[in-house]
């Protein structure tokens, strides 16, 4: 009997990593199907994804033998979700400088991202988060755009790079 | 006498005033990034890398390698003052640094230490001067099936060494080689992979990856964890940290061992410099008089280890500048560097570029000068400033990441990339799969395939090209050896603490 065959709830994400590896597995040779396996007598563009897959599949079940035969992995020290609010938080705001990059210009993305991170992540105060951000603002802006010339997009500021 | 002609040349690259300023930037920015918690030696280089671009390949690579061994430096400052490791390969130092500054000796720890790292890290440059051509003349006389054997005895070692589960090394390799063949095949140029993306015509480039899963995960991760850092209070002025020469007679042959222990570990692919610092505090242990006192404040214990971190620095740079392979995510970093620069990383590095080479040996040995200058002079300074700056960290990094990646190619799809994998990073992290083979899968994944075709065309097809040339053959049989026998030694060894 499979020692942990009765904890299937206590290695769920094992299982659940397991299967998103067949998934990738599933993937590799389902989205590559349209590409020869050799060239010319020598492999093709399909070969080293089939490869790939076959290795990954073999080690996948390596895996979940690892997991339940011998017990390694099996206590993860996973977060409870009250752990992630803050983490996922800091991602949001990641994903916010994405969406406003190009639509309001750098500046005015990284003021309103920092003052989010400082004062509704880190919780500072509001006249604290909006100094820090001015600062982060114009401080990337001077390294970047002054002083390493990179071609960032100034947005609805634009008229400020021809003064 | 060639040697020395080179290594001069090297020096009037490195001491131009333009490289020295990088060189001190660097050393300076290893030793905070080491300092701090939540950051290490990979992420500081890869979130910095795009800043590198306009310095030109000698520049940027002296920067970086100056953040790579200023790291180990930095990581002792947290470690012995705070019970909190700045860097993995400092961890070790925590066990004795710790116990001495609680009985008014964090000075003698610190000075040690960076006495320690400073013998390592220079000692090692000269094994890296000597070891380093002869290793790249031998590597020119490789086909592709020999590079090939080559890289995938890379990978082994780094799954070997990283994390405690082959398997799950093996998986995380698997996955970086697979995002490595996203883009235009490399001989007959069809879409792979590619989803109908033009933005991944080219590939999954490799800085947004690094950056997300070494810089952004780490720090995503430090918002989870609530550390409690209280610093010990010590006087730290510059005689306090210089040990008597009792103590540093009672360290010498520790720093010894450990520089020998360090460079030669550092040589060898997913070691490095924390692998290498345990060992040194293993043999120290081992083969002390008293070793009763290790855990409580021994000299050795603190002068092996940062010796042997510092000196696998230097080792790790062997297989980077004579093979074109990373021995770790921070070398992998300087390696994509140099092909972001058009140099084509490998043995050939040395004829082809020697003003590069060389410039940057010459740096290695300005910078460990530098290093053990600030160390010595400027701990108060760097704990202070410390103490400011943690508050700001991740918002700072967040910044600096998407900035670096944005700069790259001047595309937001970059940044997207960068976001994604630093989730992908700290999914890793939390399921206890190590996150080092994937950037070396997606560094090395277009060279494998590359050099694989080619033995396979070569061959017409048969893939017994690999086992009938004795090098590739011998190769292979380390993969192996590299994979199977770790298990079978953990298994025999009894249970220590």
Known sequence: MIKGQGSIQAHLPQILTGLLIWGIVAGLVWFTRGLPYTDEGAPGPRFMPVLLAVFLGILNVLYWVDVFFFQRGGKLDLPRVSDLVRPAGFILVGVLMIFLWERLGVVATVLIASFIELKGIQGYSWTRSIWVGLLFSLSTWVLFQLILRVPLPAGPFEFLLSL | METIYLLLKGFSVALTPENLLLCAIGVITGTLVGALPGIGSAGACAILLPATFKLGPVGSLIMLAGIFYGTQYGGTITSVLMKVPGESASVVTMFDGNPL??????????????????????LSILGLMLFGPVLANYALELGPAEHFSLMVLSLSLVCAFTGESIVRGLIATCFGLILALVGQDIMTGQPRLTFDFQQLLDGIEFLPVAVGMFGLSETIESFEKKQSMEMIKADLGFFKVLPSLRDLGQSLWAMVRGTVIG?????????GPTISSFISYGVEQRISRHPEQFGKGALAGVAGPETANNAATGGALVPMLSLGLPSSPSTAIMLAALIMFGLKPGPSLFREAPELVWGLIGSLYIGNVLLVMINLACIPLIVLFMDRIRAYLPLAILLLSAFGVYSYRNSVFDIGIMILFSLVGYGMRKI???????????????PAESSLRQAMVMSDGNPAIFVTRPLSAAFLCLTLASLILPPIFLR??????
């Open chain 2, 432 to 446: 206890e799969f190590p996150q080092a083979p994937v950037i070396l899968g997606v560094l090395l994944g277009g």
């Open chain 2, 263 to 271: 460079f030669l570990i550092g040589i060898f692919p997913g070691a």
């Open chain 2, 101 to 122: 500054a609680k009985q008014g000796r964090a000075g003698v720890a610190l000075g040690l230490a960076a006495i320690g790292s400073f013998v390592g890290g220079t």
């Open chain 2, 492 to 497: 025999k060894r009894p249970k220590q603490d």
